[in-house]
């Protein structure tokens, strides 16, 4: 989940509570600014492509665990 501290338009406190109820896998990427600086800001959004990227090839590339008695 990414989140802006300073959102007014997804508050952060209710952000954090959706992600603490989120199953695993997870992850929260939390960086200073408003709900659209992910989209203003090169430097916090290049951020968000980075970790994002390295989070999904990180789950994607996980083998699957064979149910137990196969």
Do not use: W
Request: proline letters at 9%; glycine letters at 6%.
């Amino acid at each position: 989940m990414i989140l802006a501290d300073q959102d007014s338009t997804t508050p952060s406190n209710v952000a954090r509570a959706i992600f603490d109820r989120a199953g695993e896998p997870k992850q929260l990427l939390e960086f200073p600014g408003g709900h659209y600086d992910v989209y203003e800001d090169d430097t916090v959004q290049q951020r968000c492509i980075a970790v994002t990227t390295d989070f999904l090839l990180t789950q994607l590339n996980k083998r699957p665990t064979p149910p137990s008695g196969t």
